[in-house]
């Protein structure tokens, strides 16, 4: 017998740090900088509505390129992801029981708890010219001198991967632990070889959780800044650093904002076209996730 | 069959190699006694924890004022955004499990949103659109709101953004689990509204608000993208060790990423015993 | 005897929107009584029972205990208390903290409620258990623990929603007995809803079978099995052959139906043109020689098409001339008949007595 307005108040109070929240963390931010990726500066501190901004990125080679670069180099370790996580998403779904199971989930899980950053360093400690990489190749004899690893595209591709793994294999895991012993057992007593039952039973039923690593694995790798800027140096030309570089290193705020609802569009259209392909919603995807 | 399965097997082993080789390396090379943390191995030392600079030329990590105030600054903005995290999620996951409104769809739908918002993106927005408060503020307040420039005050924010999502969500998936019955069974055995929250819905909750607590702090703590937008003069540690690395660091670096594992390693195992008991 | 009831439902109606969930009903329990409200799921019985409760709110009518109005009066402050379909029971508390919950809500000292706790559960047979977590204990347990809960706090009339219903059959039939003994030996008042006939039967003094919001009949177990004033509750207590047909005068008080068949059975009832009519298996008596059934005023001839052994709850059905479905009669298991199989002929009559008719 609660009385109307007492509801009404509750739900009201409910409500109110979800909209704070996204209105004040999320929307109005978002309408801040497409407002802002619109205005050109026309004279000091003076700014006038104008699509100079979006010209500017089209007619330099350096934006667009390295635009177009990110997004093909985004969707390559997305694929090299997937195909690298399948296997041990199998292994610790289907193969390994108990205890070994726990462990192996674990064991990946653990270096994604720490900071990005160290994982980075890990790596170009093991990459760079005077890294253990080529100390080792150098005291064993297999070259001649010491061996640059670092600072070129293998190396952000590595990097990329490393990072998105746990993102790819434990969607790919829940997916396959759903499926049931018996269908694919069924697959192999009605004829299959274990090449038809994995592309007719097994990948088919996974792909639910192929989708959602995707998506996660891409949307990580495009909005990286670290691996790509420490890994490649100065042949790593990721577009967030183009983003970062017009905000704080120019101070040219509106070319930074096109730049960021560019990169804003970029992934949603990859990720819609991604859900499009395979036919998955992005409600069950991120449950999967 | 069975050389695939070896060859399986292999792979598995190569993998996890692939994954800790280079946790491994930073964490070795966090005690050589050199100037740069490579090869080769010159002895084993402890002067890039604990050293006052006197023998490698610089002080270790924990008399290092840099990385000490690295740190703190990194604490300072994971404990707020930790307890708003939770303190927030738990209303939110409220709303999505609870409340019935129209629109509640749509509401659900955009708390899910920050997600699939990059990092840089979310950090650049909300740089942008604070100092529009601030400049529009000032001028009408003629005075300086330094909080709404770019800061901890505001890393806490950018930071809370996103892992606000993830907070609610890890929350309302255990509301979701509750049985309603165990509040009416409170409730008719003479317990008030606030007595049945008190000692039957929020311990029942405990462990999720425990476990979001915990992932906002490793996630604030290890925060790198929204947050190299919004710093100010005081960095979080990753930025200073961002920094560290582009200009290439001295082996205090491994020490304070050592450190940092430590420390993760022992919340990773708290959170591990917490959903443990949840089960 | 005038004001000595524990509960008065008057008139109660529960409308969700223009679907009446419950339909005027009313009846009163008496101190110590074991009523039961049985009826099929979706008849409105749960929102009977949480309207007793006060978690949900009648449309219109009264509710009263020891006749004050319960109306506005929340359910935290209700002399009821309830057990749930799924126990409820609190998972992070001990096994002694839930049964003390209820004292400690009203005040009492923490080392009273614990006292008294651990005194109700002796009483219930689970001394010594209040350190238990509640997820160790067995469903018997379980259940005891529950009502326990309610039972310290010494409420006028204990609620119980469908309680067994999680238990598997053997210790579902022990469960019964048991709560009927508890029921005893605490003279407290139960309200007890069901689905399933057998629960109300063995343990209720008084059962209301309910169906679609209202109240099809109330009386003691016996009177419904025996003397069941609608088809419905004819059909739902019990096992029972149901035949439809239309009415024909017949002499001597009682009523006759035609069957579709051309077949004319005779019992007792009142029906204008068509009617049910129903028989009770173990009414069905059986015979080798037709001579034996001589006196009965409805007499067939069959031949066995199927033996359902269940033990002592055993039929069989029979393919009888005149009749579109066998007639399933109680498998004899002992004298001439003991040990009759598929095929065999038999005679089989009852009285006009135990054929029940009603208008359809």
Redesign the interface.
């Known amino acids: 017998m609660t009385a109307k307005p007492a509801q009404r108040l509750t739900l009201f109070l409910l409500l109110a740090p979800a909209v704070l929240w996204l209105g004040l963390l999320i929307v109005l931010p978002h309408v801040e900088i497409l407002v802002l990726s619109f205005s050109e500066r026309v004279a000091p501190r003076v700014y006038a509505f104008g699509l100079g901004n979006y010209l500017e990125f089209f007619t330099e080679p350096l934006y667009w390129r390295t635009f177009a670069r990110t997004a093909f180099m985004s969707i390559l370790v997305t694929a090299l992801t997937l195909v690298l996580a399948f296997p041990i998403a199998l292994y610790i779904a289907r193969v390994a029981q108990g205890r070994l199971k726990a462990m192996l989930l674990l064991l990946c899980l653990l270096p994604f708890w720490v900071s990005e950053l160290v994982r980075t360093l890990g790596w170009m400690i093991l990459l760079r010219e005077t890294g253990v990489i080529s100390y080792v190749l150098l005291a064993t004899g297999l070259t001649e001198q010491r061996v640059e690893f670092l600072y070129n595209d293998g190396a952000v591709i590595l990097g990329l991967v490393y990072g998105g793994l746990l993102f790819m294999i434990v969607p790919l895991a829940n997916a396959l632990e759903s499926l049931e012993p018996a269908i694919v057992e069924a697959g192999y007593d009605l004829g299959g070889s274990r090449w038809t039952v994995l592309r007719r039973i097994v990948i088919p039923h996974a792909m639910p959780g192929i989708v959602a690593g995707s998506i996660i694995v891409f949307m990580l790798t495009i909005g990286n800044f670290a691996t790509p800027v420490l890994l490649g140096g100065k042949n790593g030309l990721w577009f967030t650093e183009q983003i970062y570089a017009q905000f704080i290193t120019r101070f040219n705020w509106p070319q930074g904002a096109a730049f960021g609802m560019l990169l804003l569009l970029l992934s949603s259209a990859i990720v819609w076209l991604g859900l499009r392909l395979t036919g998955q919603s992005l409600g069950t995807t991120l449950k999967q996730a | 069959m069975n050389r695939?399965s070896l060859a399986?097997k292999l792979?598995?082993a190569a993998?996890?190699l692939?994954?800790?080789?280079?946790?491994?390396?930073?964490a070795i090379?966090a005690f050589n006694a050199s100037p740069?943390?490579?090869?080769?191995w010159r002895g084993f030392t402890l002067e890039w924890f604990t050293g006052s600079g006197a023998v490698t030329g610089k002080p270790g990590v924990l008399v290092d004022p840099i990385w000490l105030d690295s740190i703190g600054n990194s604490f300072r903005v994971a404990i707020p955004v930790a307890l708003l995290a939770v303190l927030?999620g738990t209303?939110?996951a409220?709303?999505l499990e609870r409340?019935e409104?129209r629109g509640k769809t749509f509401?659900a739908m955009?708390?899910?949103?920050?997600?699939?918002?990059?990092?840089?993106?979310?950090g650049?927005?909300?740089?942008?659109?604070?100092s529009?408060m601030a400049n529009g503020l000032e001028d009408w307040l003629q005075t300086d709101l330094d909080f709404l420039r770019p800061g901890l005050p505001l890393v806490v924010?950018?930071q809370?953004?996103f892992i606000?999502t993830i907070a609610t969500l890890i929350i309302a998936a255990r509301l979701r689990k509750f049985?309603r019955?165990?509040e009416?069974?409170?409730?008719?055995?003479?317990?008030?509204r606030a007595?049945v929250l008190r000692?039957?819905t929020l311990?029942?909750l405990s462990p999720a608000l425990i476990g979001a607590g915990l992932v906002a702090l490793?996630m604030s703590?290890?925060n790198?993208?929204t947050t190299?937008?919004l710093v100010g003069s005081e960095s979080p540690?990753?930025i200073t060790?961002?920094g560290q690395?582009?200009e290439g660091a001295s082996p205090a670096?491994?020490a304070v990423?050592l450190l940092?594992?430590l420390g993760?390693?022992g919340?990773?195992s708290v959170f591990?015993l917490t959903s443990k008991a949840e089960r | 005897m005038a004001s000595s009831t524990d509960l008065d439902i008057v008139n109660v109606t529960k409308r969700f929107g223009a679907h009446a969930a419950v339909d005027d009903v009313s009846f009163s329990v008496a101190p110590g009584e074991f009523f039961s409200i049985l009826g099929p799921s979706g008849c409105g019985k749960t929102t009977l029972m949480r309207m007793i409760a006060g978690f949900e709110h009648p449309t219109s009518g009264d509710i009263r205990i020891r006749g004050q109005s319960m109306l506005g009066v929340p359910a935290n402050k209700r002399p009821v208390n309830m057990v749930f379909q799924s126990l409820a029971l609190f998972p992070m508390m001990s096994v002694g903290e839930n049964v003390a919950y209820g004292l400690t809500c009203r005040g009492v000292s923490r080392a009273e409620a614990e006292e008294r706790a651990s005194r109700m559960l002796d009483r219930v047979g689970l001394k010594g258990f209040g350190e238990r977590r509640v997820t160790a204990l067995s469903g018997g347990q379980r259940q005891r623990v529950a009502i326990a809960r309610c039972l310290v706090l010494e409420p006028t009339l204990v609620l119980l929603d469908e309680p067994l219903g999680a238990l598997d059959l053997k210790l579902r039939e022990h469960m019964k007995i048991e709560l009927k003994q508890l029921q005893g030996t605490f003279n407290t008042t139960f309200a007890y809803i069901t689905h399933d006939q057998s629960e109300a039967l063995v343990m209720s003094d008084r059962i209301a079978v309910m169906n679609q919001g209202r109240f099809e009949q109330v009386g003691s177990p016996r009177e419904l099995y025996h003397n069941p004033e609608t088809p419905f509750v004819a059909s739902f207590v019990g096992e029972t052959n149901r035949w439809q047909g239309e009415a024909a005068p017949a002499s001597g008080g009682a009523i006759a139906v035609r069957l579709p068949s051309g077949a004319v059975v005779q019992g007792q009832g009142r029906a204008a043109s068509g009617a049910l009519a129903f028989v009770r298996p173990e009414a069905v008596a059986l015979a080798q020689d037709p001579a034996s059934l001589s006196t009965l005023p409805n007499r067939f001839e069959g031949r066995v098409s199927a033996v359902l052994f269940d033990g002592a709850a055993s039929s069989l059905l029979i393919d009888t001339a005149g009749f579109e479905q066998p007639v399933r009669a109680v498998l004899p298991q002992a004298g001439p008949l003991a040990g009759i199989h598929v095929g065999a002929p038999v005679h089989l009559g009852w009285t006009a007595d135990a054929m029940k008719v009603f208008a359809a």
Do not use: C, K, Q
Not at chain 2, 36 to 40: V, W
Not at chain 2, 110 to 122: A, D, K, Q, R
Not at chain 2, 184 to 192: I, T
């Open positions: 695939l399986w792979y598995i993998f996890y692939f994954l800790f080789a280079p946790l491994l390396v930073v090379f740069f943390p490579s090869p080769p927030l209303v939110n409220w709303v409340a409104f509401v955009m708390m899910l949103w920050p997600l699939v918002i990059p990092g840089v993106v979310l650049i927005s909300i740089l942008a659109f604070f529009r924010l950018g809370l953004s606000l049985d019955s165990l009416e069974a409170a409730f008719d055995l003479g317990a008030s007595r000692t039957v311990p029942f490793l703590f290890e790198f993208n190299l937008m540690l990753p060790m961002y690395m582009r670096i491994n990423s940092l594992m993760v390693g919340i990773a591990a």
